[in-house]
């Protein structure tokens, strides 16, 4: 039985498009119609190569073409007239359902097209062309099988690819490229994507109803925030998605948060940016953070100063805020970033983070920094953009990341550009922390000194040109904030924080950590004086909090050793206690009470002789504070 190529490799677009036209074509593609109907009309060099980048409509031209084509419309002219289009897919050809290889399936199809002059052939992503179907060192690939046939007129083809797989794959070779005349097809602007939406909604009238305004957001969130394809496609997608979220939701009429809600779960971006529900969230940034990151009041007004800027529109929306955070270790600088990702974006996972130290070799660094990152903010366009400790980085790392502060976007491997614009970039460093021990040290009347000031941040800036940090890069920073040492006060607050966290995980399991000095002294009535009776003598006595300020805060580590401190001295007595009673069943009291005994570092005695000492009690847990 003869074998019909043509049916069993290709799909006939006249016989699809025939069955429902609404659902296919372009709108407002006039000028480039025109020159493709021009190209398939000349005598000699008659194939078309259609280009343009991902979602500009270059199969929905070919579909327009094939409409025109079963309507007879007269601005085809003779050659087109009755023409079939049939929609090549090169894959197919690797099927062992003829019996033949690659080669011998694209030879005979060749030869069906040859035999019937009515045909044109579509191949979409023509750029899989070269060196598809190519076996051993015979080099007889496709774009070799198909290209005498092309250049002796004998089939027409409709080929279809971005301009950069054309420029790489087709323009390297040059008796192909030759073959075909091209067909641009520029991305749509706003107003033409307007029009398009607005024919496409009115050539379906099982839509819903779609308002002006919800037509004037999908163009605006799909224009900022869908940044790896073009207009006209990725707003009619939009739209599409959109009207089945209102449909699920048996809704009549398409709305703003309908639309809002396909971007938040595609694009990750925050619902209350999308509904510019931010009064609230700006307003409240700072007293926010304030909670969560402690002493450095100063830093975090600077910070959301300029976040303040750019929501009013007032700064350079074309690139990311940017900060450098210097300071000791622990004094809060990753804190911040996380807790710009908790309080303005809403969501800690809004927060990407990199060890910069892991990207310190040259080109193999700057290629792989390149790819995560490109690859994370693609998926988290509107999110904290953290880069630890950004001196370890290698010099070629930090020119990538001179392009992005300064361009506001990034180049992927697949050519597509990721968006950046929407991130804030928070980098950290310990460069200069001893110019900042050192300062911090000195009178506020010295510190605030307006000469003073300027010498500091000569020396500061000279630091970090010492650490190999070019001026161009320190020049593009939108901020460099210092991060003072924190002072005793602002480590106890911070002490209370994370002994307030273990007590609600406590609670959780029936236990509560009982420390702060006007909750001991409802126990111990003593310990509001400073004493304890102890085996029948007296010993001095003191908050648990002075306690592990002693034993885990150095200004040049800030409070990094902290948690250490609360391990040993705490979590480990609580553990050791709650274990003790799982597996004997001996109870002890569900209420852990922690304070210190003994002498606290003096003048005389650096180091003290003090320890913490826990009392296991029954008392009521306070309630409000469980699942707080």
């Keep these: 039985m ?27 593609r006039d000028v480039e119609l025109g020159r493709l109907v021009r190209i398939l009309n000349q005598h000699k060099k008659n194939s078309a190569a259609v280009l343009g980048e991902a979602g500009v409509g270059k199969t929905a031209l070919v579909e327009e073409l094939v409409k025109r084509i079963l309507t007879n419309d007269a601005s085809l002219h003779g050659t087109l007239v009755n023409r079939e289009v049939h929609s090549l897919e090169l894959a197919s050809l690797m099927s062992n359902t003829t019996g033949n290889n690659f080669a011998a399936n694209l030879h005979h199809l060749v030869a069906e097209v040859k035999a ?41 083809v409709i080929g279809a690819t971005t301009n950069h797989e054309f420029k790489q794959y087709i323009e390297a070779d040059n008796a192909m490229e030759r073959r075909f005349d091209k067909v641009m097809l520029d991305k749509f602007t706003p107003a033409q994507t307007r029009t ?43 739209l599409d998605n959109a009207l089945v979220e209102a449909k699920m939701n048996d809704r009549s009429v398409l709305t703003t948060q309908d639309v809002a809600s396909i971007i938040n779960e595609r694009c990750r971006v925050p619902m209350s940016v999308l509904t510019e529900q931010d009064n609230d969230r700006l307003f409240q940034l700072y007293e926010r953070m304030q909670g969560q990151v402690m002493g450095q009041n100063a830093a975090l007004k600077k910070i959301v100063t ?11 929306m074309s690139k990311p805020l940017s900060f450098l955070l210097a300071g000791t270790p622990g004094v809060g600088k990753t804190e911040t970033a996380k807790a710009l990702a908790v309080h303005y974006f809403g969501d800690e996972r809004q927060l990407i983070r990199f060890d910069m130290s892991e990207f310190k070799f040259a080109k193999q660094s700057m290629a792989r920094f390149a790819e995560r990152a490109a690859e994370a903010v693609k998926f988290n366009p509107y999110s904290v953009l953290l880069l630890d ?20 976007r990034l180049t992927n491997e697949r050519s597509q550009t990721i968006n950046f614009k929407d991130l804030i970039v928070v980098m950290t460093t310990n460069i200069g922390h001893q110019l900042i021990i050192e300062r911090a040290a000195k009178s506020d009347s010295y510190r605030h000194d307006p000469q003073h000031q300027v010498t500091f941040s000569k020396n500061f800036e000279n630091a970090l040109l010492g650490a190999d940090l070019r001026q161009e890069f320190i020049s593009r920073i939108g901020a460099t904030i210092i991060f003072e040492p924190l002072e005793v006060p602002d480590v106890k607050r911070i002490i209370d924080l994370k002994l307030t966290k273990l007590n609600r995980q406590a609670q959780r399991q029936g236990y509560q950590l009982v420390y702060r000095p006007q909750d001991v002294s409802q126990l111990i009535p003593s310990f509001a004086s400073g004493q304890e009776f102890v085996n029948e003598r007296v010993v001095e006595t003191h908050p648990l909090i002075d306690f592990l300020v002693d034993k885990g805060y150095r200004k040049s580590l800030g409070v990094r050793p902290l948690d250490d401190a609360i391990m040993e001295f705490v979590e480990s007595q609580m553990a050791t206690a709650i274990l003790h009673e799982r597996r004997t069943g001996q109870v002890n009291g569900h209420s852990f009470v922690f304070r210190s005994w003994g002498n606290p570092p003096d003048a005389t005695h650096p180091r003290g002789s003090w320890q913490a000492v826990v009392t296991q009690a029954e008392l009521p847990i306070k309630q409000e504070e469980v699942g707080a």
């Design 2 to 28: 003869t074998t019909n190529y043509l049916d069993v490799f290709t799909t006939n677009l006249n016989q699809v498009i025939a069955v429902d036209p609404t659902e296919y074509g372009a709108f407002g």
């Design 116 to 156: 019937n002059q009515q045909i044109l052939l579509f191949i979409d992503e023509m750029h899989e062309l070269i060196g598809t179907g190519a076996e051993g060192s015979s080099g007889m690939d496709a774009a070799n099988i198909l290209k005498p046939a092309i250049g002796r007129g004998e089939i027409q």
């Design 196 to 238: 398009t939406l607005q024919r496409i909604i009115a050539a379906n009238p099982d839509y819903l109803t779609v308002p002006d305004e919800v037509i004037e957001t999908i163009i605006q969130f799909s224009d900022r925030y869908i940044t790896t394809y073009f207009f006209p496609e990725k707003a009619i997608t939009l």
């Design 306 to 316: 300029s976040i303040r800027v750019r929501a009013a529109g007032l700064g350079d």
């Design 389 to 408: 400790e950004i001196e370890k980085a290698d010099p070629m790392v930090l020119d990538l990341l001179l392009q992005i502060l300064d361009d506001g």
